[in-house]
């Protein structure tokens, strides 16, 4: 028994440090691929915890702003290919890298506990700015950044849209049917030990980390759900939840192909129609 529980508790160590330490994402595209592109780097401070954030302020035709927010263990790089298309709208668009990813500071990635800091401490800044429109900030995110998006913007009324793609309806849920993708070890019996420990080394609570118990507060703002039905790592359920949980006006899409966060690769000229169609008549 012994042997065993050192064993649970050096393999929970490892898979922890994995959760809450990610490794580097790299992508087939950088800001050399969007020449047209004109991003000001800027940063600020995340509320609370001070955490130094990086982002990158797109400045677009119109004073309309959308908020990106990354995926768990990627950067705000991720998020070019939609910058491009939203900018070419005409949005202003900011993307920033959450805590412990590319140039941000932070401890670690805390799976949404404190990830909803780093977008309303976006919010706030961007709000500093004398040109934009501070009634017209509208936010998407994918996987985690849907997730992260959802809880800020379920109590914070400067944010007036939400796209939540891929998002996950519960911390809990998603590390039980995601653990073996994102950690590399089995669910059982190593995941509870992992989450406990990380929950112990980040110093936060996963389980209260919901955004279908939040989201029905978005109302009477407009929210928008994608998820590819192909989806293995975040399961299309989390967005059923998500969807019955909300309230009017909401929208659902399901995509018939494609895994996670697949819908702007397998689906682009009808995902870009779709959300800026959504921001354009949100942010009008």
Same mark, same amino acid.
């Given at each position: 028994?012994?042997?065993?529980?050192?064993?649970?508790?050096?393999?929970?160590?490892?898979?922890?440090?994995?959760?809450?330490?990610?490794?580097?994402?790299?992508?087939?595209?950088?800001?050399?691929?969007?020449?047209?592109?004109?991003? *000001?780097?800027?940063?600020?401070?995340? +509320?609370?915890?001070?955490?130094?954030?990086n982002g990158s302020f797109f400045p677009g035709r119109r004073p309309a702003t959308?908020?990106?927010?990354?995926?768990?263990?990627?950067?705000?790089? *991720?998020?070019?290919?939609?910058?491009?298309?939203?900018?070419?709208?005409?949005?202003?668009?900011?993307?920033?890298?959450?805590?412990?990813?590319?140039? #941000?500071?932070?401890?670690?990635?805390?799976?949404?506990?404190?990830?909803?800091?780093?977008?309303?401490?976006?919010?706030?800044?961007?709000?500093?700015?004398?040109?934009?429109?501070?009634?017209?900030?509208?936010?998407?995110?994918?996987?985690?950044?849907?997730?992260?998006?959802?809880?800020?913007?379920?109590?914070?009324?400067?944010?007036?849209?939400?796209?939540?793609?891929?998002?996950?309806?519960?911390?809990?849920?998603?590390?039980? #049917?995601?653990?073996?993708?994102?950690?590399?070890?089995?669910? !059982?019996?190593?995941?509870?030990?992992?989450?406990?420990? #990380?929950?112990? +080394?980040?110093?936060?609570?996963?389980?209260?980390? +919901?955004?279908?118990?939040?989201?029905?507060?978005?109302?009477?703002?407009?929210?928008?759900?994608?998820?590819?039905?192909?989806?293995?790592?975040?399961?299309?359920?989390?967005?059923?939840?998500?969807?019955?949980?909300?309230?009017d006006p909401k929208q659902i899409w399901w995509i018939p192909i494609g895994g996670?966060?697949?819908?702007?690769?397998?689906?682009?000229?009808?995902?870009?129609? +779709?959300?800026?169609? !959504?921001?354009?008549?949100?942010?009008?």
């Open positions: 028994a012994g042997s065993l529980a050192v064993l649970l508790g050096v393999t929970g160590w490892i898979g922890s440090e994995r959760a809450i330490h990610p490794g580097v994402k790299h992508y087939s595209w950088g800001p050399a691929d969007y020449p047209d592109l004109h991003p *000001q780097e800027v940063s600020f401070e995340s +509320r609370r915890t001070s955490t130094r954030i959308v908020i990106l927010s990354h995926g768990y263990g990627d950067t705000q790089e *991720q998020m070019l290919p939609y910058v491009e298309f939203l900018h070419s709208a005409g949005f202003t668009v900011f993307t920033y890298d959450m805590r412990n990813r590319g140039r #941000s500071g932070g401890q670690a990635v805390t799976l949404g506990a404190l990830e909803p800091l780093d977008l309303i401490s976006a919010v706030d800044y961007l709000i500093t700015r004398g040109d934009l429109d501070h009634d017209k900030i509208g936010a998407l995110g994918v996987s985690l950044g849907g997730s992260t998006t959802i809880l800020p913007a379920a109590d914070d009324l400067r944010i007036k849209a939400v796209v939540d793609d891929s998002g996950f309806s519960d911390a809990p849920g998603v590390i039980a #049917s995601s653990f073996e993708h994102f950690i590399g070890l089995p669910a !059982f019996p190593f995941a509870p030990v992992t989450v406990a420990i #990380s929950e112990f +080394r980040a110093g936060v609570d996963l389980k209260r980390v +919901r955004p279908v118990d939040a989201v029905w507060r978005i109302s009477p703002r407009p929210l928008f759900i994608i998820h590819c039905m192909g989806d293995k790592f975040v399961p299309p359920t989390h967005s059923e939840r998500i969807f019955a949980a909300a309230k996670h966060m697949d819908g702007h690769v397998v689906a682009r000229a009808d995902y870009e129609h +779709r959300v800026v169609n !959504f921001f354009d008549s949100a942010l009008r």
